[in-house]
């Protein structure tokens, strides 16, 4: 069975600094793995996708996340936190194309200004 | 594209009645999801379908809960009769039915909540 574990429900940086979000997963086949972001009210946007091409992984609205087999990680990092960045933000992973997705419990992050 | 669209945004209802969600997903896409959110147990899959057939409802939480899916364009969860612990977001999904790692989209949910 597949699992996921985000290490802190909440992370606060302040604007400017650097975000580092940490996912770890657990799989028993090679995974494709999700970051999602969730804005207060609204529903999950895809904000990148692992999907075995390069284990480097650039989202949108500059994140980005490595895929670390060795350390069964996905941690999500944006060089500068911006005040919109504020939001819940979910590790999901899946064993094939069109399984569901398996979430981790979710990471708030605040930013200060 | 209009997104996934989900019906009503917010349901408020008393104990013992019964609720119907609605969604409809992206044109073209073929696999559909109902997830639950909740502060206790996060998000979590109820039932998903592909090419209109139920796959999976083993995340359905007891016999009042029921999913359909009559036509690639709608489908509804239905709670009868609700409680106050089915309160929670409910979000639909769609996605591509292919052999990668399709990208999910969410709908914006239905908020409910079961007095």
């Known amino acids: 069975a597949q699992s996921v574990t985000q290490l802190g429900s909440h992370v606060s940086v302040s604007e400017g600094a650097l975000v580092l979000l940490r996912c770890n997963y657990s799989s028993s086949v090679p995974p494709y793995l999700f970051w999602y972001v969730q804005y207060p009210n609204q529903g999950l946007q895809l904000l990148l996708k692992?999907?075995?091409?390069?284990?480097l992984v650039k989202g949108i609205n500059g994140f980005e996340a490595e895929f670390k087999k060795s350390e069964t990680s996905f941690h999500l990092t944006k060089p500068s936190a911006h005040m919109s960045d504020a939001a819940e933000y979910f590790c999901?992973?899946?064993?094939?194309?069109?399984?569901?997705?398996?979430f981790g419990k979710g990471t708030r992050l605040s930013v200060i200004a | 594209d209009a997104g996934v669209i989900q019906s009503p945004r917010h349901e408020v209802t008393e104990m013992g009645q019964e609720v119907t969600l609605r969604c409809k997903p992206i044109s073209g896409h073929n696999s559909l999801f109902w997830y639950r959110q909740t502060m206790m147990r996060g998000l979590e899959l109820l039932i998903y379908f592909n090419n209109n057939v139920p796959i999976d409802d083993s995340g359905m939480p007891e016999d009042r809960f029921s999913a359909k899916m009559p036509n690639a364009s709608f489908s509804t969860l239905k709670i009868q009769p609700s409680e106050p612990r089915d309160s929670a977001v409910y979000f639909c999904?769609?996605?591509?039915?292919?052999?990668?790692?399709?990208?999910?989209?969410f709908g914006p949910g239905t908020r409910l909540l079961v007095l």
């Open positions: 999904a769609s996605s591509r039915l292919a052999g990668g790692p399709e990208t999910q989209y």
């Open positions: 999901a992973v899946s064993d094939s194309g069109n399984t569901p997705l398996v």
């Open positions: 692992y999907t075995s091409a390069a284990t």
